[in-house]
């Protein structure tokens, strides 16, 4: 495995930076890191077509610049739910309901260091450490005992993610995503499989009225799962127009991250 990381580190070389991987590396930072004047996360919509359609969405708000709340709309008939996010507070004053996450922030240098703490119902669940640069982020669960990096080498965006990563049987996964030589709003996600890269997911930025949305497309023999994150240049916001055939959201997703990804509990 480090012998072929190697090799791609090599073969990155000849990828050219373009603006769909710097996307995706925003993207990877969430709502936690947003610059003055720079286009920010506002809504997202999801299709997980395999087998029956699966729709549901996002709307993010904010307050003073800081992500606030989440909405995810099932768009299935069942209730909005929210996620509240609060900044730098006494845990003693949450309301002790539904999804609840707790961010301590403070800088170190170049470096932003986040402390997530997630709640669920007023029950700790687990904490988080993000550090965040502008080319490098990392985030350690302490609870799954998993780490996670995302980091450029060469104008190509490494992902790698290690479960037990403090044991002797960690298990490290790794994708890439490279640009389109020929288009800059254009980029592959790869990831390797029996150190193999393997083609994941196809990633385009297409521009809206008011900012632009990046796009991912995973497709295999058995359907596709459809991802569209909407970033806004003002205080306006991006509607989601999309209304499929209601399905049900899985009954195992206790809470999600802001890339609309599911985390289980055990």
Known sequence: MKNFLFCLLLLAGFAAANSCTEAVFKLSKGSL?????EAYHDSSYFMENYYKENPWSHKLYYTNGKLDSLVMDPMDGESLRTTH???NIDETKLSGKGSEFVFFQEASGDTI????????????????????????????????????????????????YVFDYDSENSRPEISFTVGDSTNELKCYEYRMEDDKPELYETIEIINTDNGYML???????????LREFFFVKDEGTTAIQKRCTPAKVSPKARYFDLLGRYKFTR
Not at 133 to 160: R, V, W
Not at 215 to 225: A, D, F, M, N, R
């Open 85 to 87: 996010y609060y900044w």
């Open 215 to 225: 796009k991912y497309l995973e497709e295999s023999s058995t359907g596709y799962y």
């Open 113 to 160: 260091v986040l402390k997530e703490k997630i709640y669920s119902d007023g029950e700790f669940e687990s904490s988080t450490i993000v550090k965040i640069t502008d080319s490098y982020i990392s985030a350690l669960d302490e609870q799954d005992h998993s780490f996670q990096e995302f980091f450029f080498s060469n104008d190509t965006l490494f992902e790698k």
């Open 33 to 37: 890191d947003i610059k003055k004047g």
